[in-house]
Structure formats: structure tokens, C-alpha cells
């Protein structure tokens, strides 16, 4: 079983896929259904990628959530995409971060108060019995790079 895409509502479709597109560099295409029904695209627009369809709620109200919630980025330089988001304007709250697990992120908000995780993963184990946190047992274990086993 394969994920193929995740639906999300909005107000404004086309507000939201314009930040998506000018922000994470995604593809648009509203010739399913468009302008209530947008795909995003982030890839190459076939199997392997990821697809947001935005589709469209008149009554749909925006509201952001203090739990972790929303999607996630990974990029090979998240400390380039923090200043590169900052440079458009995008409202960042903390500056990047390493956490326990061994990646480094900043969290934005989308219009419609969606979290948006951009990632990076700082080392990674293939071999699940290496890693000495708590994901035994999974295929890949990331951690912070120098850490001890």
C-alpha cells in the first residue's frame, strides 16, 4: 500500500497553492477540477511524489494548532531554506534547532494555519541496532552526527 496524495480544504485554494509554489517550489495544476480543486505537486509530477490536493470550502475559517500538526520537508540545508524563507517574508518563529532524534528544523505557518516542518536529517543509521534512542526495531534510525553509540 502507497500513499498516493492527502486532500486538505481552504477558503482560497489558489492563495494556498501559490504559497506552496513561491515558498517550496511545488507545481501547480488546476486542470482537474481547478480553480476548486488544485493539485500540488512536489516532485516530478509521477510515481514517487508527493501530491496535495487543495480543494476548495466557502466555509472553511483558517486556524493554527499548538500540537504538532501539518506536513513535513526535508531538505539538505535547512539552515539555506531558513534564510531563504526569511528572505520572502514568511514569518519564521525560532531559528533552526536540533533536536534529540538528529534532525535540524524550523517550523512556518501556511495561510490556513497549517504547520510546515522544514527538515534535515544530520546523520543516518541503516543499521536500527546502532542507534541508541528509542526507534529499535525501525528500518532507518537518524541522530545527531558525533553523537556516541
Known amino acids: 500500500m502507497q500513499l498516493k496524495c492527502v486532500n486538505i480544504v481552504s477558503a482560497d485554494p489558489k492563495r494556498l497553492a501559490e504559497f506552496y509554489r513561491t515558498v517550496l517550489g511545488a507545481s501547480i495544476d488546476e486542470s482537474h477540477g481547478g480553480p476548486h480543486r488544485i493539485e500540488i505537486w512536489f516532485g516530478d509530477n509521477r510515481g514517487g511524489t508527493v501530491l496535495l490536493v487543495v480543494n476548495y470550502d466557502g466555509e472553511y475559517v483558517p486556524r ?23 528572505a520572502l517574508g514568511i514569518g519564521v518563529k525560532e531559528p533552526p534547532k536540533d533536536t534529540p532524534w538528529g534532525y535540524r528544523f524550523f517550523n512556518i505557518k501556511d495561510p490556513d494555519g497549517n504547520g510546515v516542518d522544514v527538515v534535515q536529517a544530520l546523520h543516518a543509521w541503516t543499521n536500527a541496532e546502532n542507534h541508541p534512542g528509542a526507534c529499535r526495531g525501525a528500518a532507518l534510525c537518524v541522530i545527531k552526527q558525533g553523537e556516541t553509540r
Do not use: M
Open 64 to 86: 493554527e494548532f499548538n500540537a504538532c500538526q501539518g506536513f513535513e520537508f526535508q531538505v539538505p540545508d535547512v539552515d539555506y531554506e531558513y534564510k531563504r524563507i526569511q
